[in-house]
């Protein structure tokens, strides 16, 4: 079991531009999140799949941002057009579904931008 | 809006005391999760709570249910400063939906 993996672990881009991060979930894992955490409070859930299937999406979740999980094993998440206030922890976690699921994060990947 | 609000927001203790963590809600859920975070990682799950007036014990830490299940509490028994951390509950309303995080609260243990 070698756990939730994201890459890249930090990301600095200038305002405007677009970014792309990967996470690789635990390999029996059917589920996957995708949440984005600010200093000090807790995790905000964008959006989760099961299987390739994208079930639920945020409605904070702006047009920006798009996932993908296209043959039911890594994912990745996209953010179009930065601004500065998606400046944040991006954390992935999967999950094998079930009454009372646990999640498995990945270290997440720091975005700054500029 | 599903909201799970925790108290306190902080808290900083000495060794050796002890000290009850609080998430709510006015919804009910159907499973309620702690998790612990440190610093620049994932958060690790502690516990899972399914039935309401639950309690389950890890260590020094004590868990519970609200009869109701709209509400949960940590308490941890003589910390240490290994327990500094954020400590966040997260709650599912229904068996398969995605859990919703509580915003935490950041405990600082010292010696």
């Known amino acids: 079991d070698t756990g939730v993996s994201q890459d890249p672990r930090h990301k600095i881009t200038k305002r405007g531009q677009n970014v792309t991060f990967r996470c690789d979930p635990i390999s029996e894992h059917n589920r996957l999140y995708w949440y984005r955490q600010t200093l000090g409070q807790g995790p905000e859930f964008l959006t989760y799949?099961?299987?390739?299937?994208?079930?639920?999406k945020s409605r904070l979740l702006s047009d920006r941002f798009s996932a993908e999980r296209p043959k039911g094993s890594f994912s990745t998440l996209e953010i179009q057009r930065t601004e500065q206030g998606d400046s944040a922890m991006y954390l992935c976690?999967?999950?094998?579904?079930?009454?009372?699921?646990?999640?498995?994060f990945g270290s997440g990947t720091q975005l700054s931008v500029l | 809006t599903q909201l799970l609000e925790q108290s306190p927001q902080f808290l900083s203790i000495q060794e050796g005391e002890n000290l009850t963590v609080y998430c709510n809600s006015s919804s009910v859920f159907s499973s309620l999760q702690w998790y612990r975070q440190e610093p620049g990682e994932g958060p690790v799950l502690l516990v899972t709570?399914?039935?309401?007036?639950e309690v389950k014990k890890l260590k020094r830490l004590t868990f519970q249910f609200g009869d109701a299940r709209k509400d949960s509490s940590l308490h941890i028994t003589a910390a240490q400063p290994g327990d500094t951390g954020l400590y966040l509950c997260?709650?599912?309303?229904?068996?398969?939906?995605?859990?919703?995080f509580g915003k935490g609260t950041t405990l600082s243990v010292s010696s």
């Open positions: 709570v399914v039935t309401g007036g």
């Open positions: 799949f099961q299987n390739e299937a994208q079930l639920e």
């Open positions: 997260a709650g599912a309303h229904q068996a398969g939906t995605a859990l919703i």
């Open positions: 976690a999967s999950s094998r579904m079930g009454v009372s699921e646990k999640l498995f």
